[in-house]
T-cell receptor, first 114, second 111 residues
Framework: AQSVTQPDIHITVSEGASLELRCNYS??????LFWYVQSPGQGLQLLLKYFSGDTLVQGIKGFEAEFKRSQSSFNLRKPSVHWSDAAEYFC????????????FGKGTRLHILP | DGGITQSPKYLFRKEGQNVTLSCEQN?????MYWYRQDPGQGLRLIYYSQIVNDFQKGDIAEGYSVSREKKESFPLTVTSAQKNPTAFYLCASSMSLNEQFFGPGTRLTVL
């Protein structure tokens, strides 16, 4: 069955440090890939998406993600985090040629140390 | 402004009552979705609809019902058959296989 794995439930980094959030998927072909962010008590906001082409994708708020087909990964990165980046981050995949469902990972909560 | 609205933001229900959560979008999207979010479990799909007057069960449809009489609206009813309804409910919409746009959510609490 198709799945999305975010192996880190919580991550803590210091303000100004670099960040990498991991995402792996299990699917027989290249899916559409997304990263969303959720602040407490709010809906989800799209950070970036990958459909095809350049495997390094730039998003909003200074985030980027790299698709690595050989590793079935789509890790999210930011060179220098800000306190306002504290939130929960969800990786998601949409399966091509299937119904319009998106499968979400269970999320990684990011904590920022001052 | 285009977007998705959910109401109410907070909802309280007594055991045995049915409650309906509202979701409206003016993005002209064909597909709409309902998710349930519990701490540590991510988003779980309840129901989705790809076109008006048609909808499909998601992974956790038991105890829930929906309708899609208009393109803009996709209300979710939490019935008394749902044994553990306290959760955060998110509505989303999308064009086919594209990013989903989310509403601000409704927090349902059973008293």
């Amino acid at each position: 069955a198709q799945s999305v794995t975010q192996p880190d439930i919580h991550i803590t980094v210091s303000e100004g440090a670099s960040l990498e959030l991991r995402c792996n998927y299990s699917y027989g072909a290249t899916p559409y890939l997304f990263w969303y962010v959720q602040s407490p008590g709010q809906g989800l906001q799209l950070l970036l998406k990958y459909f095809s082409g350049d495997t390094l994708v730039q998003g909003i708020k200074g985030f980027e993600a790299e698709f690595k087909r050989s590793q079935s990964s789509f890790n999210l990165r930011k060179p220098s985090v800000h306190w306002s980046d504290a939130a929960e981050y969800f990786c998601a995949v949409a399966l091509m040629n299937r119904d319009d469902k998106i499968i979400f990972g269970k999320g990684t909560r990011l904590h920022i140390l001052p | 402004d285009g977007g998705i609205t959910q109401s109410p933001k907070y909802l309280f229900r007594k055991e045995g009552q049915n409650v309906t959560l509202s979701c409206e979008q003016n993005l002209n999207h064909d597909a709409m979705y309902w998710y349930r979010q519990d701490p540590g479990q991510g988003l779980r799909l309840i129901y989705y609809s790809q076109i008006v007057n048609d909808f499909q069960k998601g992974d956790i449809a038991e105890g829930y019902s929906v309708s899609r009489e208009k393109k803009e609206s996709f209300p979710l009813t939490v019935t008394s058959a749902q044994k553990n309804p306290t959760a955060f409910y998110l509505c989303a919409s999308s064009m086919s296989l594209n990013e989903q746009f989310f509403g601000p959510g409704t927090r349902l609490t059973v008293l």
